[in-house]
């Protein structure tokens, strides 16, 4: 390491201010100042990196990202060579370093006993300089090999996949249904976590290396799947985990009860000069919103830039300690209390809280939400304690209970492919499903998981895919359909 005392000099750990709460929730700008604050400070935090001799944030990444090489190199401010080798585990670092969870962060050497590296800080502030240089540009493959392959879904999964198989030479063609490409990063994340500039920048990338974009194509509907496979060589399926998970309780068929995506879907679009007619809006109304994740967090500050009289967070659980526990011991990744950018704006959150009923008024709409304190049973099972019941005031309930699996009705009608019990598309050691020549990555066949699971496993099936179409493949594979998250 260029500083080996680095960690010894600079015990705290520093990252650049949000911008006011006050401000940004008058707007749908990154909540977060990155580049234009962060660069005072951010070679002491990059030297903090320890030369540990075993860098478990390798690990702890599902990519593999070279951590301590480019802390190094921006500790020297050589940024071409910092941006290099974090291209090389990682297509989309200006995704990941701002909306993933940072596993690695959770299994650094130095967080045993002082505050991990600003590793995800770093990794966004590289990516962020890099674009601002001049230092990413379009790796146009040298040969083509006259192969073609179709992914289908357009989010990180499906672009990582593409973008790897087009440097290898390959004609691609990306399929997704929605207007945009993108898919999750799109019209899933709002722009106060991910603004869309990131995205479209990227694409004129890939675009310029040669990947083709086909938005408003829904395949089994535009075209069918079974078209689809005679036309291509081979395909990749990247439709992602989009069934949420239900809640059926009475008076679920109420006005003003939604699914998360019904509400962000069309928020995002609006931010993005797109109204849609009739969407649910937060403005003016009480707003609850069940389940305490990522989805949830992200329903309170587009409730709150809406204009929403009130927000409260309800978690059937307990509270997460604020540090990691015995039972969760470092390099694992622990689950512990965390306060989003939109936990700073306002809301509530409430735990150890079940929803028992949807309260309706005399004109079909929502009113009320019925909760009940949870109690654990023996067997661990989570249910409602009797005699707890209390009602919330609510205009909007947005229910944020995670994904299930894939939508695979049509998939399976017109192919006939084979799933798990879990619902999810079956595939091998080689993320093959058990249709020939086509192929599973992300969400869709591991089910909901982290964005930079996704792009690991986007890049390893196009690696797969490469040697089903070539005999053999030097492009990386950093994980297998069945690896799984060190977690405690």
């Given at each position: ?47 903090r ?20 090489e ?66 990413v ?37 990306v ?54 496979r ?43 000069g ?6 649910p809006?937060?403005?003016?109304k ?23 009289a ?26 512990v ?14 735990y ?78 080689d ?58």
């Open positions: 390491m260029a500083d080996p005392r680095g960690f010894l000099k600079v015990r705290e750990r520093e990252l650049p201010p949000n911008r006011p709460v006050e401000v940004r929730l008058r707007d749908w700008k990154d909540t977060h100042a990155h580049r234009e604050e962060g660069q005072p400070f951010l070679k002491e935090q990059a030297g990196c320890m030369d540990c001799g075993i860098p478990f944030c390798h690990q702890g990444c599902p990519l593999g990202n070279l951590i301590p480019w802390n190094d190199l921006v500790w020297r401010d050589q940024w071409a060579d910092a941006i290099e080798r974090l291209h090389a585990t990682n297509n989309f670092p200006e995704f990941t370093g701002r909306v993933c969870p940072a596993p690695c962060e959770t299994s650094c050497v130095l967080g045993i006993n002082q505050p991990a590296v600003t590793i995800k800080n770093v990794e966004v502030s590289i990516i962020d300089e890099a674009f601002e240089r001049g230092l540009t379009p790796q146009v493959p040298q040969r083509l090999t006259g192969s073609t392959v179709a992914v289908v879904g357009s989010g990180p999964a499906g672009l990582a996949a593409a973008q790897q198989l087009t440097r290898a030479g390959h004609t691609v063609v399929y997704e249904r929605d207007d945009a490409i993108g898919g999750l990063l799109r019209y899933g994340i709002p722009d106060f976590k991910l603004e869309k500039l990131h995205i479209d920048r990227r694409l004129e990338q890939m675009e310029a290396e040669g990947t083709r974009f086909r938005p408003g194509v829904a395949i089994g509907r535009d075209i069918t799947w079974d078209a689809l005679r036309r291509f060589d081979a395909v990749v399926l990247a439709t992602g985990a989009t069934v949420p998970r239900e809640l059926a309780m009475p008076g679920r068929d109420l006005g003003g009860v939604h699914f998360a995506m019904d509400f962000l879907t069309p928020a995002n679009k609006a931010a993005a797109n109204p849609v007619d009739g969407a809006s937060a403005a003016g009480h707003v609850v919103i069940i389940g305490g994740g990522d989805t949830g967090s992200d329903c309170l500050g587009t409730s709150l830039r809406q204009g929403a009130s927000v409260t967070t309800l978690a059937i659980g307990k509270k997460p300690p604020l540090e990691r526990s015995a039972s969760q011991p470092w390099p694992t990744d622990p689950i209390f965390e306060v989003s950018t939109s936990h700073e704006e306002g809301g509530e959150r409430s150890l809280a079940s929803t028992v009923e949807f309260v309706g008024g005399e004109d079909g709409n929502v009113r009320a939400l019925k909760v009940a304190e949870t109690e654990y049973l023996p067997d661990g099972r989570r249910v409602p304690k009797e005699g707890t019941e209390r009602e919330i005031p609510a205009d909007l309930v947005l229910i944020a209970m995670g994904f299930t699996g894939p939508e695979t009705d049509e998939l399976v009608a017109q192919t006939g492919a084979e799933l798990t019990t879990r619902g999810l598309v079956r595939r091998g050691d993320y093959a499903t058990s249709l020939p020549g086509v192929y599973a990555t992300g969400d869709a066949g591991r089910g909901q998981s982290l964005i930079v699971w996704a792009i690991a496993e986007g890049r390893a099936t196009a690696a797969a895919v490469d040697a089903y179409l070539q005999g053999s493949s030097e492009l990386p594979a950093p994980v297998g359909p069945r690896t799984v998250a060190l977690r405690g």
